[in-house]
């Protein structure tokens, strides 16, 4: 078994027995930590490649094969995401109907759909395989990844961006020494 899935079965173990053990207030102190961890480790995997994509100079860069890669994995994603997400409703609905409920809700509604569609097309696993590849054109395939990915990333962070929900509603603060 590889070592990252290794590490998504330890957490997820972690997260069922020992989170529940935890005080309020070290299950709080936890969820930030590695909250924080994360947006670091996601800032620094996307200023690596922004780097990569300015600084490398032998990167050969080829627009059409840039589009045609482009388009191909957007197709391909919307070919997989679209469909299976309609059928799991499809199933969950039929399954709803059998026990006397007609009206039940879809599993997955769009905007879900659409996010399975967008956080799939982005990530630092293609530029790792890629960072690998040898041969005659592997600085075009690099560059090619490289390109798709930092194209990706930045539309899906507009997205995410665009789409927020300004806060409306204000919080109460709690010290955290009154939480145990």
């Known amino acids: 078994m590889s070592g990252i899935v290794s590490l998504l079965f330890c957490g997820i173990t972690l997260k069922h027995y020992a989170y529940y053990n935890m005080s ?40 059409l094969f840039i589009m045609v890669t482009l388009v191909g994995i957007c197709g391909a994603r919307c070919l997989s995401v679209f469909p299976l997400s309609k059928a799991i409703n499809y199933i969950i609905r039929l399954r709803a109907r059998r026990k006397g409920r007609p009206d039940a809700a879809d599993e997955l509604p769009w905007h879900y759909q659409a996010m399975l569609y967008w956080a799939g097309l982005r990530g630092a696993v293609g530029v790792a395989l890629a960072a690998g590849l040898q041969g005659a054109n592997g600085w075009a395939l690099r560059a090619t990844v ?6 990706i990333g930045g539309l899906f962070l507009l997205a995410g961006r665009a789409t927020e929900q300004p806060q409306t509603r204000v919080e109460k603060v709690v010290a955290l020494g009154n939480l145990s």
């Open 24 to 63: 309020r207030r070290t299950q709080l102190t936890t969820k930030f930590i590695f909250q924080i961890l994360a947006q670091l480790s996601e800032n620094f995997i996307f200023i690596y490649l922004g780097l990569t994509l300015f600084v490398e100079t032998n990167l050969e860069f080829k627009p």
């Open 146 to 151: 490289l390109v798709v990915v930092v194209l």
